[in-house]
């Protein structure tokens, strides 16, 4: 396959179409955007389809252009949302611009292919007054259409209902396509299956305008096998950037994923060849199967991808370090390094040393309580330095101690706790 079109099809990222000709617009270079409102410093998971969808036009020769939201940002798009969102400080909003902006210089860069562009909408937005816009943007909109889109109907009927503020963000994303077709020469705008009404809006403003066509598409939103958003776990979102969250635990969480997801997140996040993905999913249904083979492929290319060949490594070494059961030498070198990368908390020596196994987990949160500990010692998912703690009443002792300073708790395969023994002075 040498269009890109029949590339995202068939790796299940495109949704919705506005033209049947897209096909063939994307046999010749274009350019293709994605907008990201700058909510946090980083992105989380469930933002990679677009990422991906990016990186694909980039393959293929098209140049990906980044549209970071620091106007939208300050409105807040209520698509897909069920309330309001807070509003951000400027000088937040400026430090979650600036991050964002070198996450994606960063992750799209190739040896080969166009570069990435970045641009911020507040570069033409900002310097609109309120009447101007008015008369010379908002006077193509009409108030039926507006309030037939989905992403507004939904919250008119909800309890909360919707803000002018709010209502008002489509023309700003619509005039966002209007202006980056007429000053920067793109084409094409991809977003989840929440943002058709306002890629469509976009497109209705630059015809309503006298100006060339222009193209959307969207790609599913990433959701799981029982219909959650991918994204977020007990512990909190799924994030993107290795400040908020290492790339042993961005690892983790994606080997750990369901067999009745990971083919097709191999399939909408990776690169990997959809025969290699057929192989593996064939695999999967045979006797013998290796559990997890999947998995651990889509945690090492999604990992890759995200935070680079080191980034990676680190999280292979770390994986290595703390699976339960593991022949690696534990010493307080290595578990420093993954010191970075799981929940580690400190105790005093008092505190640890002659104290059950079941106290210290439920003091220091691996457990909820004694009694899970027990229940846990007696499921066998309990370890400590990699090996299996077989007795409920089972203490521990000086001996325990790597290097005189660590214990390392285990609970199960996923829950692992680095403790620092402190002795006072």
Not at 281 to 288: A, N, Q, S
Request: with cysteine; proline share 4%.
């Amino acid at each position: 396959m040498n269009n890109v079109i029949d590339i995202l099809k068939k790796r299940g990222l495109i949704e919705q179409m506005t033209h049947d000709d897209l096909r063939e617009k994307a046999s010749r270079p274009i350019k293709a955007y994605v907008g990201f409102d700058p909510t946090a410093d980083s992105l989380h998971l469930g933002n990679l389809v677009g990422i991906v969808a990016l990186a694909w036009l980039q393959k293929f020769g098209h140049t990906p252009v980044v549209l970071l939201g620091g106007a939208t940002g300050r409105v807040g798009d209520p698509s897909g949302k069920s309330s309001e969102r807070p509003l951000l400080n400027e000088k937040v909003l400026e430090g979650n611009v600036s991050a964002l902006g070198r996450f994606f210089e960063k992750i799209l860069h190739f040896s080969s292919g166009p570069k990435p562009v970045v641009l911020n909408n507040y570069d033409w937005l900002g310097s609109f007054s309120f009447i101007d816009f008015l008369r010379d943007v908002g006077k193509h909109f009409r108030i039926g259409p507006m309030l037939a889109k989905e992403s507004v109907r939904a919250r008119l009927s909800s309890e909360e209902g919707m803000s002018f503020t709010e209502f008002s963000y489509q023309i700003l994303q619509a005039y966002d396509f209007h202006y980056l077709s007429e000053r920067h020469g793109v084409s094409l705008q991809m977003g989840g299956s929440d943002q058709w009404g306002n890629i469509t809006a976009g497109i209705e403003l630059n015809r309503k305008l006298g100006c060339k066509t222009i193209y959307g598409f969207t790609f599913p939103l990433l959701t799981r096998s029982d219909g959650k958003k991918f994204g977020k776990s007990e512990e909190g979102a799924i994030w993107l950037s290795s400040d908020k969250l290492s790339p042993f635990q961005f690892y983790q969480y994606l080997f750990g994923l369901p067999d009745a997801d990971v083919i097709r997140l191999l399939k909408m996040i990776t690169f990997v060849d959809l025969e290699e993905i057929d192989e593996l999913e064939k695999e999967m249904k045979k006797p013998g199967y290796i559990p997890n083979t999947a998995q651990k492929r889509l945690a090492e290319e999604v990992t890759r991808f995200v935070h680079g060949k080191e980034g990676l490594a680190a999280a292979l070494r770390a994986t290595e370090i703390a699976a339960p059961g593991s022949d690696a030498k534990l010493n307080a070198k290595s578990l420093r390094e993954l010191g970075s990368d799981i929940p580690s908390a400190t105790v005093n020596y008092e505190d640890a040393i002659g104290q059950k196994y079941v106290d210290i987990a439920a003091r220091v949160g691996l457990v909820p309580s004694k009694s899970e500990g027990v229940r846990l010692i007696k499921n066998g998912g309990a370890y400590l330095n990699n090996e299996r703690v077989a007795d409920p009443s089972f203490s521990i002792g000086a001996g325990d101690l790597i290097d005189g300073i660590y214990l390392f708790f285990s609970a199960g395969k996923k829950k692992r706790l680095l403790i620092k023994v402190q002795k006072n002075a």
